[in-house]
């Protein structure tokens, strides 16, 4: 059976339901999660819920981690978000709810290698990159911009790796170059022997892409299939206006897939 990967959920429930109604259509049963399970988005405590009832593993992500700890070089709406869904993981009355919760955030992993259940192909998995798992990006330009650092990342993936954080789906190979999924046949990268790939499978909640469409991507042996699905943008973006601690800019760009 094939996988489901999700990503960048970012307290986006409305995205997250109509991604996991998708693979459920789909008679998909495994599903991974990369990370930034919370973060920017209103709907925090449902999203956690969610993945840790759906989800065999996930990883931990930079806005996850700012929950638990501290947010890091985060912008000032950024940071705001995160000590707003801090508060909402504090408010909860239920003690024996509220912890569950922090120990769930607690165990994410920060990153995963394994072979898909279907192949022997490893897989590395990891929030952000190889070098820096929780934080660092890996953006399209790079193949064109940071040579030396896509070498050195592809020289830490024995052969494929699966990412999140930068919200943009699209597949990184160690030409180098990238290939977002509109320029793939069917919106699907088939494996090939004579080349690494970085696939970043976009995001549930946050799309940057120019696409407000929420995006995940399945992996199956020999290849990987990106889909990009409506949901109601429109209501989280309502959500988010109403709530004083999160910027309004965080629902204008959920409108425009920025």
Not at 16 to 33: F, N, P, Q, S, Y
Not at 54 to 66: E, K, Q, V
Request: a negative charge.
């Amino acid at each position: 059976m094939p996988t489901a990967i999700i990503s960048d959920i970012h307290g986006n429930a409305e995205a997250l339901r109509t991604v996991l109604a998708d693979i459920d259509g789909r008679g998909i049963e495994r599903i991974i999660c990369l990370g930034d399970i919370v973060g920017y988005g209103p709907q925090p405590l449902e999203c956690v819920d969610l993945v840790a009832e759906r989800c065999a593993w996930s990883l931990i992500g930079n806005h996850d981690f700012a929950v638990l700890y501290e947010p890091t070089n985060f912008n000032p709406g950024a940071e705001q978000a995160a000590f707003w869904t801090r508060d909402q993981f504090d408010a909860e009355p239920d003690e024996q709810l509220r912890a569950k919760r922090y120990d769930f955030l607690g165990r994410l992993r920060v990153r995963v290698v394994e072979s898909t259940p279907e192949s022997n192909l490893p897989v590395l998995a990891v929030h952000g990159s190889p070098r820096r798992p929780i934080n660092e990006y890996i953006f399209p330009d790079d193949v064109m911009t940071a040579v030396d650092k896509m070498r050195q990342i592809f020289e830490l993936i024995e052969r494929y790796a699966i990412v999140g954080h930068s919200h943009v789906p699209g597949v990184f190979t160690d030409e180098p170059d990238f290939y977002p999924p509109g320029e793939l046949g069917s919106l699907t990268y088939s494996f090939s022997d004579d080349e690494k790939a970085i696939i970043n499978v976009g995001s549930v909640g946050q799309p940057r892409d120019h696409d407000p469409r929420a995006s995940y991507a399945i992996l199956h042996p020999d290849h990987v299939e990106f889909v990009r699905l409506e949901y109601n943008v429109r209501k989280t973006a309502e959500m988010i206006y109403k709530i004083d601690s999160l910027s309004d800019w965080l629902g204008d760009r959920l409108l425009e897939g920025r």
